[in-house]
């Protein structure tokens, strides 16, 4: 598929929408109200608004590589904060997916280059749990093992930023969730690591909350 389909694509889509809704670009044009920030991975077979059939303005994305949360990460805390305190999102949902290269990359421990710098924090979160890993046998048991620990890990990560205790400190209801995408199936799975406030942390996080 060449450059001209692709915009070949967007003027197909673009004029089947106007036809069945003349207003929708105008109307979409003028604010976006998602209700959900979502911070997933990269992989070019998570495509957010596809697999929860949501429309343009109805989700707020941001993507990187293992949908990682990482502290010094300007851009998804850019991301974060304007989703949080302009949008108003109530929901951020950290979602993963079986069988991530990131997280495959991660468990190796091969040196890729420049990613391995990104991918430090996901080897050191593998090493915390090298013995349930090592239990579980082959590669791809103990990758999408890592992939739901990463989620459950990257999930807490977000909930202890500034941003998001803030708006728990001011009273906005925003509750940070945790899912993982099968490709094999197309299913979403909630792991059930759902933070709604600073009772859902850790005493040693809550301090910093309170």
């Known amino acids: 598929m ?6 070949d694509n967007n003027a197909r ?36 608004n596809q697999i929860v ?8 994305v941001h993507r990187n590589v293992a949908n990682l949360v990482v502290a010094s990460d300007l851009n998804m805390l850019a991301v974060l904060q304007f989703a949080v305190e302009t949008l108003r999102v ?26 391995d710098n990104w991918l430090e924090p996901l080897r ?18 103990q ?16 909930a202890q930023t500034p941003i998001i205790q803030g708006a728990w400190r001011r009273g906005q209801k925003v509750s940070v969730h945790g ?9 979403l799975r909630d792991l059930g690591c759902t933070l709604r406030g600073p009772d859902d942390l850790d005493p040693a996080t809550r301090l910093r909350v309170e």
């Not at 059939?53 to 707020?60: A, K, M, S, Y």
């Not at 950290?94 to 468990?107: D, S």
């Not at 050191?124 to 048991?141: F, N, T, V, W």
């Open 53 to 60: 059939d949501l429309h343009p303005g109805e989700l707020f």
């Open 179 to 187: 899912w993982i995408y099968g490709l094999a199936d197309g299913r």
């Open 13 to 48: 889509w673009a004029a089947q929408i106007d036809a069945e809704d003349p207003q929708y670009f105008r109307m979409l044009s003028q604010q976006q109200s998602p209700e959900y920030l979502w911070i997933g991975c990269s992989d070019s077979r998570v495509p957010a």
């Open 124 to 141: 050191r979160l593998g090493a915390q749990h090298a013995e349930e890993l090592a239990s579980l046998g082959d590669e791809a048991a």
């Open 90 to 115: 109530r929901h951020v949902i950290v979602t993963g997916h079986y069988g991530c290269g990131g997280v495959r990359a991660a468990l190796r421990r091969v040196e890729l280059g420049l990613i």
């Open 143 to 158: 990758t999408d093992r890592l992939c739901e620990i990463n989620v459950v890990q990257q999930a807490t990560n977000v």
């Open 2 to 7: 060449s450059l001209k389909d692709l915009l």
